[in-house]
């Protein structure tokens, strides 16, 4: 058992608290004071001290000391504990450390928010490595419940009984299966799979089948509505046989009828294809015409149209070389922006020369600097040197200058050689551009006389084709009406007695059709009294099969009450006085999940406070027992609770008295 023990501790700065130390006894410690003192302080600078949280377990709440509504500024919050864990001794210190930083050129400094600082047994640590040593102690849920008597209960049910569920240890089916033989047959069924798969699975399958089951009789009613009405097929068929001779005789006697007209429908088709032939040659004739028309249009207008041509050809040779004259002169822009720069590149080393020349070597003993050597003639020692060497200092100088001139010649000669590189260039050009303009006009006097030439030419239009002039199609339209007019005399009608034995055909067919479709409905009552019957065989298996379904419940049911039952047992025979409530029945006798403590029979929440006290009490013994480690357990409001229960952990009380100060005893 671990046991960890609060021997003192310190806060600064903390809520208002500008510096306090409170020692504690190994055993149970009273804190007393009016209300407002900082009582409960101890326990939230306890719980921020270990884990920077609160004991409602909120990080952002107000730890700061406030003057005015506002906190102080360059003031640092501080807890700091001893902690006896199973006899070594730790010191632990936290520090809410404001950070300031000063811009670079300001006077004063920037607030830039705040920063944890970490102590173990005055060691610094980061947040991380500090976390992972208090949990090495104590993990803050389990520190949570077993500090706090009224915590567990203000816990989700949910959480409630996973925390109970695993002080209680597991309980497996094997156990209860082994209560009963009908509860080990059950597990049995559902090897391979979870009890909870299976009870889901055998309630989706009584779904169903109660579905199907309902679907069964509607579609009986269905199959019934749907069946025929039930006649005699035999005479029927006599019928059947009797009609179809009937339309025997009447098929053969259109069949002589029919001989006649198909011989005359030949005929008719026969000069149908004589007058197809003629409308073809008719078109032709006029398709001839309108050709010859316009290939005499197109041989009259020959001339016109060599000429046209031969103007366009001119027109777009001379926009040819117009485009190779703009060009030119284009080039010839840029050759003498070329020049220009050239010129102005000579007129500056020419003055450079100029400049250049005109320097004379001087000699100076007092001058500053030597102008060869570069080196401080006020110096004596180096004046010196000047004076052993200045007929050498006048030969460099003069060696210097000649070397600049001729540099400055020589690039002046190449500039001067491209200049007229460019003036050549920039003259052919211009010879061209002239040959160029001679062809333009050359070019522009021939279309002058091509257009005369033109105009003289006169426009011949084509000769309008009018069909009804020529007189081969007028021929052919006289042969075409003789022979329509043959064709609309020999058109066949329908000879009377044929149409009234179609008509005969007719009527016969539809009573025939009519005692067919009677006779189908032989096959139709036939297979819906099958569907019918199994339909019933059906609806009789899925009934069987539902209560078999509900047989599988029932034992289920039993089980899970077993099972229940068990938990709640072993669960509740690890406390005291508290007892816990986990399930509830439906009338229908399904269990839902709750978690509801028990006082004395009485929901926690409506208990005493001292019911609720010893309670807790009683819940932190037993987590105390099953997590192995105990802390100081804070009993708020210890004033309404004359005696409580025993317990291992330290107690520490708070209570509300008439001190003016805090007291501690």
């Given at each position: 058992?671990?046991?960890?023990?609060?021997?003192?501790?310190?806060?600064?700065?903390?809520?208002?608290e500008?510096?306090?130390?409170?020692?504690?006894?190994?055993?149970?410690?009273?804190?007393?004071?009016?209300?407002?003192?900082?009582?409960?302080?101890?326990?939230?600078?306890?719980?921020?001290?270990?884990?920077g949280?609160d004991?409602?377990?909120?990080?952002?709440?107000?730890?700061?000391?406030?003057?005015?509504?506002?906190?102080?500024?360059?003031?640092?919050?501080?807890?700091?504990?001893?902690?006896?864990?199973?006899?070594?001794?730790?010191?632990?210190?936290?520090?809410?450390?404001?950070?300031?930083v000063?811009?670079?050129?300001?006077?004063?400094?920037?607030?830039?928010?705040?920063?944890?600082?970490?102590y173990?047994?005055?060691?610094?640590?980061?947040?991380?490595?500090?976390?992972a040593?208090?949990?090495?102690?104590?993990?803050?849920?389990?520190?949570k419940?077993?500090?706090?008597?009224?915590?567990?209960?203000?816990?989700?049910?949910?959480?409630?009984?996973?925390?109970?569920?695993?002080?209680?240890?597991?309980?497996?089916?094997?156990?209860?299966g082994?209560?009963?033989p009908?509860?080990?047959?059950?597990?049995?069924?559902?090897?391979?799979?979870?009890?909870?798969d299976?009870?889901?699975?055998?309630?989706a399958?009584?779904?169903?089948?109660?579905?199907?089951l309902?679907q069964?009789?509607?579609?009986?009613?269905?199959?019934?509505?749907?069946?025929?009405?039930?006649?005699?097929?035999?005479?029927?068929?006599?019928?059947?046989?009797?009609y179809?001779?009937?339309?025997a005789?009447?098929?053969?006697a259109?069949?002589?009828k029919?001989?006649?007209?198909?011989?005359?429908?030949e005929?008719?088709?026969?000069?149908?294809?004589?007058?197809?032939?003629?409308?073809?040659?008719?078109?032709?004739?006029?398709?001839?015409?309108?050709?010859?028309?316009?290939?005499?249009?197109?041989?009259?207008?020959?001339?016109?149209?060599?000429a046209?041509?031969?103007?366009?050809?001119?027109?777009?040779e001379?926009?040819?070389?117009?485009?190779?004259?703009?060009n030119?002169?284009?080039e010839?822009?840029?050759?003498?922006?070329?020049?220009r720069?050239?010129?102005e590149e000579?007129?500056?080393?020419?003055?450079?020369?100029?400049?250049?020349?005109?320097?004379?070597?001087?000699?100076?003993?007092?001058?500053?600097?030597?102008?060869?050597?570069?080196?401080?003639?006020?110096?004596?020692?180096a004046?010196?040197y000047?004076a052993?060497?200045?007929?050498?200092?006048?030969?460099?100088?003069i060696?210097?200058?000649q070397?600049?001139?001729?540099d400055?010649?020589?690039?002046g000669?190449?500039?001067?050689?491209?200049?007229?590189?460019?003036?050549?260039?920039?003259?052919?050009?211009?010879?061209?551009?002239?040959?160029?303009?001679?062809?333009?006009?050359e070019?522009?006097?021939?279309?002058?006389?091509l257009?005369?030439?033109?105009?003289?030419?006169?426009?011949?239009?084509?000769?309008d084709?009018?069909?009804?002039?020529?007189p081969?199609?007028a021929?052919?339209?006289?042969?075409?009406?003789t022979?329509?007019?043959?064709?609309r005399?020999?058109?066949?009608?329908?000879?009377?007695?044929?149409?009234e034995?179609?008509?005969?055909?007719?009527?016969?067919?539809?009573?025939?059709?009519k005692?067919?479709?009677?006779?189908?409905?032989?096959?139709?009552?036939a297979?819906?009294t099958?569907?019918?019957?199994?339909?019933?065989?059906?609806?009789?298996?899925?009934?069987?099969?539902?209560?078999?379904?509900?047989c599988?419940?029932?034992?289920?049911?039993?089980?899970?009450?077993?099972?229940?039952?068990?938990?709640?047992?072993?669960?509740?025979?690890?406390?005291?006085?508290?007892?816990?409530?986990?399930?509830?029945?439906t009338?229908?006798?399904?269990?839902?999940?709750?978690?509801?403590?028990?006082v004395?029979?009485?929901?926690?929440?409506?208990?005493?406070?001292?019911?609720?006290?010893?309670?807790?009490?009683?819940?932190?013994?037993?987590?105390?027992?099953?997590?192995?480690?105990?802390?100081?357990?804070?009993i708020?409001?210890?004033?309404?609770?004359?005696h409580?229960?025993?317990?291992?952990?330290?107690?520490?009380?708070?209570?509300?008295?008439?001190?003016?100060?805090?007291?501690?005893?």
């Amino acid at each position: 058992m671990k046991k960890v023990i609060l021997k003192s501790i310190t806060l600064r700065n903390f809520r208002g608290e500008k510096e306090r130390t409170t020692n504690f006894n190994d055993v149970e410690t009273t804190i007393m004071g009016e209300n407002g003192l900082g009582k409960s302080r101890h326990f939230d600078a306890f719980v921020w001290l270990l884990f920077g949280k609160d004991t409602k377990d909120r990080k952002d709440f107000n730890i700061k000391t406030l003057a005015d509504g506002k906190p102080l500024e360059r003031v640092n919050c501080e807890v700091s504990c001893v902690l006896d864990v199973n006899g070594e001794t730790i010191n632990l210190r936290r520090v809410y450390a404001e950070k300031w930083v000063k811009p670079r050129g300001q006077v004063e400094g920037r607030f830039d928010g705040h920063e944890h600082e970490l102590y173990w047994n005055d060691v610094p640590l980061k947040v991380g490595e500090y976390q992972a040593r208090i949990n090495s102690i104590i993990n803050d849920s389990v520190f949570k419940m077993i500090t706090n008597p009224m915590f567990f209960a203000g816990m989700k049910w949910q959480d409630q009984r996973e925390q109970l569920f695993q002080l209680a240890g597991t309980i497996t089916d094997a156990e209860i299966g082994a209560k009963k033989p009908e509860f080990a047959a059950l597990l049995d069924k559902i090897t391979g799979k979870s009890f909870a798969d299976f009870k889901r699975e055998i309630s989706a399958r009584k779904k169903r089948l109660k579905e199907d089951l309902e679907q069964i009789q509607p579609r009986i009613d269905q199959t019934q509505k749907l069946m025929p009405e039930i006649v005699d097929f035999e005479a029927l068929e006599a019928e059947i046989k009797d009609y179809e001779q009937q339309i025997a005789d009447v098929d053969k006697a259109i069949i002589d009828k029919s001989e006649a007209i198909r011989q005359q429908y030949e005929a008719v088709q026969t000069k149908q294809c004589e007058i197809n032939n003629l409308k073809q040659k008719q078109q032709k004739v006029l398709f001839d015409a309108q050709t010859q028309a316009h290939e005499d249009n197109f041989k009259a207008n020959e001339k016109r149209r060599e000429a046209e041509n031969d103007i366009k050809v001119a027109e777009s040779e001379i926009m040819t070389l117009q485009r190779a004259v703009d060009n030119n002169l284009q080039e010839a822009e840029g050759l003498k922006n070329r020049t220009r720069s050239k010129q102005e590149e000579a007129d500056i080393l020419r003055k450079q020369w100029y400049d250049e020349n005109a320097k004379e070597y001087k000699e100076n003993d007092m001058c500053l600097i030597c102008p060869v050597f570069k080196i401080n003639c006020t110096d004596n020692k180096a004046l010196n040197y000047y004076a052993e060497n200045k007929g050498k200092a006048r030969t460099s100088f003069i060696e210097m200058k000649q070397a600049k001139l001729a540099d400055i010649t020589e690039k002046g000669k190449k500039l001067t050689d491209e200049v007229e590189k460019l003036d050549k260039e920039a003259d052919k050009l211009v010879e061209k551009n002239d040959d160029l303009q001679k062809k333009i006009t050359e070019l522009t006097t021939n279309i002058k006389q091509l257009q005369i030439v033109l105009f003289k030419i006169p426009a011949a239009d084509a000769k309008d084709i009018i069909a009804a002039d020529l007189p081969e199609y007028a021929e052919f339209s006289m042969k075409i009406q003789t022979l329509e007019d043959e064709v609309r005399k020999m058109e066949p009608g329908e000879p009377a007695d044929t149409a009234e034995l179609r008509s005969k055909k007719t009527a016969v067919t539809d009573e025939i059709n009519k005692r067919k479709n009677k006779l189908h409905n032989r096959a139709l009552i036939a297979k819906y009294t099958q569907v019918i019957a199994d339909l019933e065989a059906q609806g009789k298996n899925i009934a069987q099969q539902i209560a078999d379904v509900e047989c599988e419940e029932y034992t289920i049911q039993s089980f899970t009450k077993a099972r229940i039952d068990e938990c709640e047992r072993r669960i509740n025979d690890l406390f005291t006085m508290v007892t816990f409530k986990l399930f509830e029945y439906t009338i229908d006798g399904n269990e839902s999940e709750i978690c509801i403590p028990l006082v004395n029979g009485i929901p926690f929440g409506v208990a005493n406070a001292a019911g609720q006290v010893n309670a807790g009490l009683d819940i932190i013994n037993a987590l105390v027992r099953f997590h192995g480690v105990s802390a100081p357990i804070f009993i708020d409001g210890r004033e309404s609770v004359n005696h409580i229960i025993p317990t291992e952990s330290q107690i520490i009380n708070l209570v509300v008295s008439k001190d003016k100060e805090l007291i501690i005893k």
